[in-house]
């Protein structure tokens, strides 16, 4: 198996090949995660920090069913309960940490590059589990072990993102992924949501919704992040729904096999239409979530692997 | 006193010439200057002087300029002395060449009172080996809301007026501002930038901010305070000179403003000058700066800019920063970074790029910022103060940032190849730095 990275800070580093590989190992998790006995012990003996400075219910959920499935002892820490509030820096927690010698820390944070700094100042692996607005890898992985489940193949599809691309650190790993991965992509939102320079990273841009998703064969959703922004984006949410929101009528405009695809949590009737989040003909919502706990058990068994190569490698 | 630099390559801004040649300094001001067939001999005998009253000094073919004048130091007294003092800073103006430093306003408190400013003159004459001229706040706490006393500051020494990188943005307050300052013939020094699109920003806006996910502010904001700054200059009259222009679209509209009479000029920072967007990659916030760096096509245009003489002058805007307030997430990181002594080595990237000659670095690093504060030195000629530096321009080192004297050590050069070095400095004929 070639992964050679000792932490997923992202899927910008990452190779096709790479990509491909955790995905692999994930279609094995996804098969034991199905059966009733659903536990390996290949984590056993580490341990997996959760270090979310923002708040997170399923994906920190997601990152400690998948530890304890491998068998990892998971701790969860609130950082934005603790001692972050005390004035205490970033990489100052990461030293703290650092000393309770983990092997796996999964971190959250507010802003771009902060997994990246503390990934420097710590000797374990380091998952990134969504960093301001940069990138969020295992959502991308997710994203595209779905996708190829439910197409086939993760190659030569048109895809559309459509919302708030601006604001979202799955947009632009699922932009880097599935760009990588040879398929189109159409970004679709209003100007104010879709900066013209992502045109630059070879995605289609539209503003016209209807237009932009004729013949797709994924659609995904993005939720509206009202948290992250500091001004008049759009002018309402029932304007935004009626232009960018999806529904049946505009949903035909895609291929008639499309399939429906949102990161979670949604908002129901202002980027999606509820009944459709629901129908199981087109929305793979569902599965998502489920890939979702797959995926992470493949990353976090990847770099164990290599973590545990490397201490080999240090101890002969 | 006399001293005669001899077998020098003689850098004159003012003349625009790069020529073998000898200097000669007396009670602290140049003498003689002799270019091509400088004979030391009859210069001194010219001066009435033989050869055993003068230091002789043999400069090897080396590289002999003006002392750099540096338009916007940032020395931490008051208030963050464990950043930078005046003793460290003027030990690394020394090492850098820098004979004059021009400090800014925002310290903690700001300068912004005669008091204050009187505080700054002492304790620059007590530790510093260079020139240290002192710029005092255009408003009271660089709030943007009342006037400071402008002509007190000047009795007290004030060279010039800014509130640093906050923008004035009440326009009200700004025309009233410039309008007073114009009675007093003080300049006003400003960052052109419009406030409410450049806050937050921590990037410029583009594809590298974009795949980063930084907050990021287009170029354009620069463009939109310079035309507001360039308007009330044409309401006022009042005498301006805009801090930092970084980007190409903001070009058109100085050169418009020079060409139509304004009393106005221009400065660029060295980073801005020799660096890119693409430099922070990977979040390194040692390349943090404000503005933020730009796209190598804006640098490449002000680079050109300067080479046409439409941007005035160089500045190290150098900005020590400890490094608590640099180890944090891009975002939060504090903005700025240390430059008194690598501004002539990464000017010099500039010479060996074939983008600029050496006449011309010197020109905006020397004799115009010189010129615009109404100073005698930035200029190799008889009569002037013997402010000079003495450098070779090829020597290759690795900058190590742990070698220089500022107090911070937040140089985005650490650990880069340079080209140039300072081998001495001279402050009014008499030996500052000499390199061991």
Request: charged share 25%.
């Amino acid at each position: 198996m070639s992964f050679e990275h000792r932490h997923l800070l992202g899927i910008e580093p990452l190779k096709p090949h790479e990509i491909t590989a955790i995905l692999d190992l994930a279609d094995d998790y996804v098969a034991l995660n199905r059966r009733p006995e659903k536990h390996s012990d290949v984590l056993a003996g580490l341990t997996q920090i959760n270090m979310f400075f923002e708040n997170s219910t399923r994906t920190q959920a997601s990152f400690e069913l998948a530890g304890k499935r491998l068998g990892a002892d998971v701790m969860n820490m609130a950082m934005q309960a603790s001692s972050i509030k005390k004035g205490e820096t970033l990489i100052d927690t990461a030293m703290t940490l650092n000393a309770m010698h983990p092997d796996l820390l999964v971190v959250r944070h507010p802003h771009s590059g902060a997994v990246d700094l503390l990934a420097q100042k710590v000797n374990c692996a380091v998952l990134n589990a969504g960093d301001g607005k940069h990138e969020h890898p295992t959502q991308a992985l997710l994203d595209a072990l779905t996708i190829r489940r439910s197409k086939g193949r993760l190659h030569r599809l048109n895809i559309a993102i459509c919302g708030d691309i601006a604001h979202s650190r799955v947009a632009r790993s699922n932009l880097i992924l599935l760009g990588k991965m040879e398929n189109r992509i159409r970004l679709i939102g209003p100007p104010t949501l879709v900066p013209g320079q992502f045109a630059e990273f070879g995605a289609e841009i539209y503003d016209d919704m209807r237009e932009g998703l004729k013949d797709v064969d994924v659609v995904m959703m993005l939720r509206l992040q009202k948290e992250r922004m500091d001004g008049g984006f759009i002018p309402s949410e029932r304007e935004y729904y009626h232009r960018y929101g999806l529904d049946a009528d505009k949903l035909g405009r895609a291929k008639p096999d499309a399939i429906v695809m949102h990161p979670g949590p949604m908002n129901r009737g202002v980027e999606i239409d509820g009944t459709l989040a629901d129908d199981i003909n087109r929305s793979v919502i569902q599965e998502q979530v489920e890939m979702g706990v797959a995926v992470r058990m493949a990353a976090m068994d990847l770099l164990a692997r290599n973590l545990r190569a490397e201490r080999q490698a240090k101890a002969g | 006193m006399s001293t005669l630099f001899i077998n020098a390559r003689l850098i004159d801004p003012e003349a625009g010439t790069d020529t073998p040649g000898a200097v000669l300094v007396r009670n602290g001001r140049i003498a003689a200057v002799e270019k091509d067939t400088a004979d030391p001999v009859r210069m001194l005998n010219a001066q009435g002087l033989s050869p055993k009253d003068v230091t002789q000094v043999d400069c090897g073919g080396k590289c002999l300029a003006p002392g750099i004048v540096d338009i916007g130091v940032k020395v931490c007294e008051p208030g963050e002395r464990h950043k930078e003092s005046y003793k460290s800073a003027g030990l690394a103006a020394a090492a850098g060449g820098v004979t004059t430093i021009v400090t800014r306003p925002d310290t903690t408190p700001s300068i912004d009172s005669p008091e204050a400013l009187e505080f700054v003159t002492r304790r620059a004459q007590a530790d510093t080996p260079v020139n240290v001229l002192p710029m005092a706040a255009l408003t009271k706490g660089r709030e943007g809301r009342e006037m400071t006393e402008i002509g007190f500051l000047m009795d007290a020494g004030a060279v010039a007026f800014c509130d640093c990188d906050h923008v004035v943005s009440n326009t009200k307050v700004f025309q009233r501002a410039l309008t007073y300052a114009r009675s007093c013939g003080a300049l006003v020094i400003a960052h052109p930038q419009e406030p409410v699109l450049s806050k937050g920003a921590a990037a410029t806006s583009g594809k590298f901010a974009a795949l980063y996910g930084l907050p990021a502010v287009s170029p354009m904001a620069e463009r939109m305070g310079l035309d507001r700054d360039i308007a009330l200059l044409e309401m006022t009259g009042a005498k301006y000179h805009a801090d930092q222009i970084t980007t190409a679209r903001a070009l058109p509209a100085l050169e418009r403003a020079k060409s139509n009479g304004l009393d106005i000029t221009a400065g660029t920072s060295i980073h801005h000058l020799t660096l890119n967007e693409l430099d922070v990659a990977g979040y390194r916030s040692f390349f943090k700066v404000k503005p933020p760096l730009r796209s190598e096509d804006d640098r490449l245009a002000v680079v050109e800019a300067v080479r046409t003489g439409l941007i005035d002058t160089i500045s190290s805007m150098h900005t020590p920063q400890d490094e608590e307030s640099k180890r944090l997430p891009f975002e939060e990181a504090a903005a700025g970074a240390v430059a008194l002594e690598t501004l002539l080595p990464a000017a010099l990237r500039l010479y060996h790029a074939e983008l600029l000659d050496l006449p011309a670095l010197f020109r905006a690093m020397s004799l115009n910022p010189a010129r615009r504060l109404g100073l005698e030195s930035g200029r190799l000629a008889a009569g002037a103060p013997a402010d000079l530096v003495l450098f070779d321009a090829d020597v290759p080192f690795v900058l190590d940032r742990f070698t220089l004297r500022s107090k911070s050590q937040n140089t985005p050069f650490d650990g880069q190849r340079m080209q140039g070095r300072v081998e001495a400095t001279y402050v009014a004929g008499e030996p500052v730095y000499r390199r061991d």
